[in-house]
């Protein structure tokens, strides 16, 4: 039986998993968005006459603004109701995706990327703290790993299919492509999401506070190593599979897929484990993750093992959010919005920063070096977080909200 806290700001009827599921929905059409040039990042850096590392700041342009935004939504989103600023954020996100397939240049491109990253940031800090708004008490990690399944389900299908399209079409119908799954990802978040009061907060002041919280400090920290790892090699698979395995084309999306379908798994490993024991789940996701990518790095030459390798990466990729989301919920359970957007905020600042980093390792030293820095980056999260970090009580995030109310 779900507990409803008191005196909140939860949604004034039973919210049921399809209408949460529209969230999941909208999350792919971002993912999707965000991570279609990883699987394009050749094609667009030869038409628009760029370097690989060059065309890596399609990754990191949005990166710096999603972090910029997600701080800045819980300050001036106000008291706006939540299911109307999602929809006029998937319409940025529309937006976003036109203007880079039909930009005649790269300076035009970056700024179509730019539309994204505030769509991005902001996005994630409302919708991603909704899961336990929405389903009080124990189905809240669930709630929440459902919306975050898009997350998994846009490395499924999204970025594969994006790398397909730009091999058989040309990367431009790929965004446009792209621009057509936002706009029903809002007729979606339109007709199954209620009305979703604001969360009431003190804004930018609750910043400070939460970061008192020793837990929330390490998981932070864990956050930025992990993220800088997993894009400063993950922006430059697809060159990397090219270039070092003789992976392309075709075969090529179909690994992406195989990758994004292991991630679904991981989301749904890491959700379970989330529930049951904080601490391993995230110690878990940086071994697969970091480990994965480093035996990549050393023996990814072979196709075989490449794909293999490739495969496992997905895993740890797919448990990677909901296991540092819970363990940040766990640690400021009453400010859950405010825990969001700083989460987002330090995540998208080091997605951004670990695609600068791995361009400019890629341009300087070698691509594998790129997947090298990864590894150990992500390695340094389960040896931080495992050392460091204490178990939490299963389920402190969703339980914490009704002790707490929003």
């Not at 700001?9 to 965000?34: N, R, Y």
């Not at 809002?186 to 609750?206: F, M, T, Y």
């Not at 919280?213 to 090219?242: H, K, M, N, W």
């Amino acid at each position: 039986m779900d507990i409803v806290p008191t005196n909140s700001t939860a949604v004034a009827k039973p919210v049921s998993w399809i209408a949460i599921g529209s969230l999941a929905i909208g999350a792919f059409a971002l993912v999707t968005s965000e991570f279609l040039p990883v699987g394009l990042l050749p094609q667009i850096a030869t038409d628009v006459g760029v370097t690989t590392g060059e065309a890596g700041l399609m990754v990191t342009m949005p990166g710096f603004l999603a972090a910029i935004a997600a701080i800045l939504t819980i300050q001036f989103a106000g008291h706006v109701d939540r299911r109307r600023v999602l929809t006029i954020l998937l319409g940025l996100l529309v937006a976003s995706n036109l203007v880079v397939a039909t930009a005649a240049s790269f300076p035009q491109l970056l700024v179509g990327r730019m539309l994204l990253g505030i769509a991005v940031g902001s996005f994630w800090t409302i919708a991603g703290s909704l899961g336990p708004r929405l389903k009080p008490g124990p189905d809240g990690i669930r709630a929440s790993a459902l919306i975050l399944s898009g997350v998994s389900i846009g490395t499924v299908a999204g970025v594969p299919a994006g790398a397909l399209i730009g091999d058989l079409f040309g990367w431009r119908v790929a965004f446009g492509a792209g621009a057509g799954l936002a706009g029903m990802a809002i007729v979606a978040l339109v007709s199954l999401l209620p009305a979703i009061p604001a969360e009431r907060s003190n804004g930018l002041s609750e910043i400070p506070s939460i970061l008192r919280e020793p837990r929330a400090r390490l998981g932070l920290l864990g956050a930025i190593s992990i993220f800088v790892g997993q894009f400063a090699a993950y922006t430059y698979v697809a060159p990397f599979l090219d270039i070092k395995a003789g992976i392309a084309g075709g075969t090529l999306s179909m690994l992406l897929l195989a990758n994004g379908a292991a991630g679904f798994f991981g989301n749904i490993t890491g959700g379970w484990l989330s529930s049951k024991d904080l601490k391993a789940s995230v110690v878990l996701t940086g071994l697969v993750l970091g480990g994965s990518v480093l035996l990549l790095s050393m023996f990814g030459t072979h196709p075989s093992i490449a794909a293999l390798l490739v495969v496992a990466w997905g895993f740890g990729f797919g448990m990677m959010p909901i296991s540092l989301q819970s363990w940040m919920f766990s640690a400021a359970p009453g400010r859950l919005e405010g825990m969001q957007a700083l989460f987002v905020s330090v995540a998208q600042a080091a997605l951004g920063s670990g695609a600068l980093i791995g361009g400019l390792i890629v341009d300087h030293v070698g691509i594998t070096g790129a997947l090298v820095f990864g590894s150990l980056a992500a390695l340094c999260t389960a040896m931080l977080l495992g050392i460091f970090g204490r178990a939490a009580k299963p389920g402190a995030a969703v339980q914490g909200l009704c002790d707490h109310p929003a």
